[in-house]
């Protein structure tokens, strides 16, 4: 048995047991192209279709969404979907691809959405039948949030969207789109206000997806701009003037507290699962050929990796403690630290890959000779999306400071 | 075997770590250790141990002397985690006590399988003081090193860097014999027992070396007999790597909060520094690193109740993380300060000099990475 | 000997570097180099070699390829700062170019004593271009460490991580041999020469690996005797790699001025974000390690015309510094860019890019400084 | 020959053999006393005096202030302080110890100074016969040196000074002192002035000196309370209300541009000299056992010492090229690094130092077995005197990004 199993209460346990049968039982078919790294990452249909079916076998089995309410879809269980994420990863099985959607559109909606809304949009998330995107950034509100310019203008008894979106991972896919908007410029904070928003449905209409090219070559998110989208009143999430607040959700969702704040949502992001694992470096650096020995010989890269894999624990251990109120001097302490600890750990581990593989770290995905096709190399340039989304890591620290220490607000 | 999810911190634990660090705040607040350990500045004076014993007897009768002592001998047998805990009060207080040096000796004595190991664990329960004398001049922290030598019942040598020996009663000392290292347990008092104080930077602790001119030994002092030395001081090392870490961790979140609060009051340019990312940013980076090491703490404490096979890993991995965090804790915390922080009458300095000491205390942060790197590459 | 206060940087040198940064401005504006190397973002492309070698003919019109050439072989002669000055200005446009490959083959020919050595001296100076063939497939920088023989004449084996080797007319090989390390001239078109191109992550350059089918040698080909090769390639090694560090200043310098600019515009929270000290201050720290890295790179360059004893060393010290530089300063430049940071369309990850692949090439920082400690702990 | 004096010009290389060759003829005795790390750490008369009887012997051996004007007491030579520094260490004769007279009063007061205080003060500078301190740095004006409080008000011909200075090295030795008043309140950068004031005339009277204690133990520095001391206007250095422009000059040599900007002045600080060079680390190493061999031996550790030996060598080799402005894409850059980058450097080398130790490590100054005698310890605590002095480093590091880079102001 698992060390994680150990632990499970009864109802944990047989569902458990549920699980690990079933993907036994269901194995998946070879992917028909290479799978990105992340859901992000998804540029074509052919990858998008493979694990969109995936995900749907996954929920049909009680997978995903399991620890929400069955009105919304879910199966109405307790601190059970991480233990459906672990028998996932346990199988072997790739990431599910509306992570937008489960990661954050899921419990803002379960938190702050009204009946339609869980009723109709969170058992099409879960089962992937819609793929959802997350509009908040633009080109002059990025770590400035506050500053969103798309306008929400009331008309009748609806609302027409009009502006600019950008870096929306996801967005030429999306059916659906979490979207934060100004109805009031007369106040900043207050003058926001969250949508659902159609986005498949109005394409060529009133709203447009454009790609953008990330630096890896690969694309995978885009700018989307709206152009008097109208849309019902039952599409807003919350009150009117209270978007701030509904996307501070969303967002705690995003840099991953999630996991300590609402049901976990198997979603890629969350400490049980690290695609740069720290631990993956030893076996890489046994394999690296390094001054007549290998990289493992050389004690200053056996360093390195140490204090990476220190660092991981550190943070894997931080997140069991955070669920030990005794060992917590600050309920927010650990969680506000997820997001940034574990993206920097991620950019360090794939840099330092590039490093242990010497010469062979020039060559990119694809080259017949890159170790691991390449992916490494890959995954550092990737790993920039993570410490610059999501508010910037810089950002991140600010509000650690602010929020944890109580340190002057330093903008 | 795996580890509970909450560490092994039960209510037991939690409440003796809340009234300990109660106890501390209100016993010896910063201003009244710093009169304790600090009213000498002479940076010649000679070598010092300020410390408060009749605090000493209270934190005796409070019990924390029993915690890591099992039941069978008299003590309270609580998980490490709460020893850990408590370690951490201990260096969130600075206290100068022999508290680290007798838990080390205790957790030492766990292992010993000599006749008189029950006995003096149970001394150690009501309030007996020991500490370690295992380390040879050299400092190396390693089990094979040693310049103390039993022959014919005898010992002749020395052990070196000796923590808080002035406040010790046993010493439980390394010796090599020709079928081994052996653990003997000798009272300092004991004739031919010559203790050298040190002239040490930290000024919450003393340290000695100690020569042993041919003292005497009897069966009943014999802890792990010639042979079984170095197996008996291996089990317990994680542990006492363990107890460092945790008196990092809370001397540390000392530095953390101290400096925090520096950053809420002191006002530059108009604003409190705290504004100023210089400050903010490296104050958060310290929290991160804090939290790792104290998680690692809890982990590798917890290990040692649970899966002793993990706890040297872990062990040395809490160590690492608590001594880098320790010393960019102390680091930050002077200078941040700025002017007041470089100043004798500014407590930060008790705090960072205690960290220099533990950093370095059983190897630095990249000795211990060395050694976990041996054990994870197999080498 | 002692190096001249100045390193040696005469007006010459001067006039050489101020020519090479205006016609680079002139001819390769940043979002012409972008049109040049990056119309194709499909991360699985084919191995590609983007260049213009209509730009490359100005250049030896413009004397680069003649400066590190004596003027005993047709060349300028001058001194190896202005060379590394020059290296610099070709990061700072981050140049798709032969220039660097030439540039080092220029620098191990100077060592050679072969025959032929003088006249492909004189024809790189003309504007032949040449690479170095020398790495084994296990990319092992060591001079020692070779997977290609000479044997009765004939070149059996590869070469791997060849540099620009697409754009090469002559490749700089070493071999082994009965009697030790050769170094042979091979022409590209040569029978049995096989040149399979590498994907790579650094759009600017282009690298292969070569398989040689039992090429022919004669005489007249042979650089560096058999037994000669090791000493001529270690003398040259120094050069080398002051060539790496230079284009990683340059390129750095790029970076950094690129990203104060940015930090001078983009505003956020109503201020340019040049404001805040996370962005302010590690900017400060890119240009002290620039800076270092510069100064050492001049040092080292003007060690090799004026104290060759200790050029091993000062070039270690500035590829090192210049590696951590880079690596230092390609990850802020994307990270203070933000979102625009991360795609394809700014050209700030064109540089990223070569900077990786120059911090990798010839041995990263860490190898460099392991590689110091041996020359300085003499072990 | 040295490296040093192949590059000498002419009149360079005589007066490097002349140094040389009074140095070779007068033997300084042996210290009655330790003597400290550096000047501000001067404790006790035995070894002020020691040190005061070797600068007054230097003085008129020509080798201090020579690069000053005949009529301010120098010899009126160009580019010869550094040769007579270079020669000083070379012959390893101690610091000179009134380094802040030396490094800051007397430029200031060549360049912003009346013909009465170059002509009276400067030559007993040099000699020794007065000490000088600095008085800048207030309780409430550290890092923020504009917020300047003490006042200086008129007073018939002359002004009365009021007001705390706190950080003073050297005063309570010291018979002048350079000082930063507020002689008017309603402007804040233009409301500052600057004087030299006489302090041991006066001690007891309008002047009162507090020993303060430093981290280390040593005293050294103090506060400083004026209580109405009054001056004649010819003590003023520069206009009325261009204070804070005189000071910069001060500062800038402070901070270590002086070698750049005027004569150099036999300062302890230059980048000549360094009281914990990194190149020392090899053989601290070599003698330091570590895991049963040595420090030398361990990697990690070889691996650090070269980080900081390269870090002093490019800082070395940057004060030579800035000398080379055809190399320099900034006038400043490299100048306004100085203090900032050797301070840091001394501090991490410092502490490494202590590492390589290992156990030897944690024992302080005076312990029998101390490596060193513990002088490492000592200058690792007390590096944070350079650390926070003169501006603290982040202030440092605020004055590049903005005059260096362009970046906005952060404050």
Known sequence: ?411 | MTQPKDFGFDADAALLRDTARQFLLDQLPTEALHRLVASDHDPHRAPTNNWNPALWRQIVELGWTTVAVPETAGGAGLPLVALAALAEEVGRAALPSPFLATAAATLVLRQCQGAGTRDLLGEIAAGRTATLAITPRSGAWETAACDLYLDNGKLHGSAWYVQDAAKAEVLIAKAAHRDGLALVAVPVTAAGVELVPDSILDLTRDQAHVHFHGVAVDTAQILAAPGAGAATLDAAWPGVLTLVAADLCGAGEWLLQTTAEYARTREQFGRTIGFFQAIKHPLVNLMIQLDHARSLTYNAACALDHEPERAPALARMAKAAAADAGAFGASRAIQFHGGIGFTWECAVHLYTKRQKHNQILYGDASYQRARLAELLFGV
Chains 1, 4 share one sequence.
């Open chain 1, 1 to 411: 048995m698992s060390d994680q199993a150990k632990q499970d209460r009864p109802e944990q346990a047989e569902f458990r047991a549920q699980c690990r049968a079933w993907l036994a039982a269901n194995p998946l078919p070879e992917p028909p192209v290479r799978l990105p790294q992340s859901a992000i990452e998804i540029m074509h249909t052919a990858q998008l279709e493979y694990l969109r079916d995936w995900q749907r076998q996954a929920y049909e089995a009680g997978m995903v969404g399991c620890d929400y309410p069955v009105a919304s879809g879910g199966a109405g269980r307790r601190d059970c979907q991480l233990i459906a994420n672990q028998e996932m990863q346990r199988a072997g099985r790739p990431f599910l691809p509306n992570i937008l959607g489960l990661g954050m559109a899921a419990p803002t909606i379960q938190i702050h959405g009204n009946d339609f809304q869980r009723e109709n949009l969170l058992p099409r998330l879960f089962s992937c039948a819609d793929i959802w995107c997350q509009g908040f950034s633009e080109p002059g509100a990025g770590s400035d949030l506050a500053n969103v310019q798309t306008r929400a203008e009331r008309y009748g008894d609806g609302w027409r969207i009009t502006g600019h979106k950008v870096w929306t991972s996801l967005a030429h896919f999306a059916d659906w789109m979490i979207l934060l908007a100004r109805s009031d410029r007369a106040h900043k904070y207050e003058g926001m206000t969250y949508f659902v928003v159609p986005i498949k449905a109005n394409l060529g209409k009133t709203v447009t997806v454009r790609p953008l090219i990330k630096i890896t070559g690969e694309t995978g998110f885009n700018e989307v701009f709206f152009d008097g989208l109208e849309i019902p009143d039952h599409y807003r999430v919350g009150e009117i003037g209270q978007g701030w607040e509904v996307a501070q959700t969303t967002l705690l969702h995003e840099r991953g507290a999630g996991p300590w704040v609402t049901p976990s949502s198997g979603r890629g992001g969350d400490p049980e699962r690290n695609i740069a694992d720290a631990w993956g470096l030893l076996e890489l650096a046994r394999r690296s050929p390094r001054a007549g020995r290998t990289a493992a010989d050389d004690p200053v890269l056996r360093d390195r990796i140490m204090q990476l894999i220190i660092r991981q624990e550190g943070s894997r251990q931080g997140a069991r403690r955070a669920r030990v109120p005794a060992l917590c001097d600050h309920p927010q302490r650990i969680p506000l630290q997820a997001k940034l600890v574990m993206s920097e750990i991620r950019q360090d581990v794939c840099a330092l890959a590039m490093e242990l593989q010497g010469a062979a770290g020039t060559l990119s995905i694809g080259d017949a000779n890159a170790p691991e096709g390449g992916e490494w190399a890959l995954g550092y340039l990737n790993s920039y999306g993570v410490t610059i989304a999501a508010g910037t890591n810089e950002i991140q620290r600010n509000i650690l400071g602010e929020r944890v220490l109580g340190l002057a607000k330093s903008k």
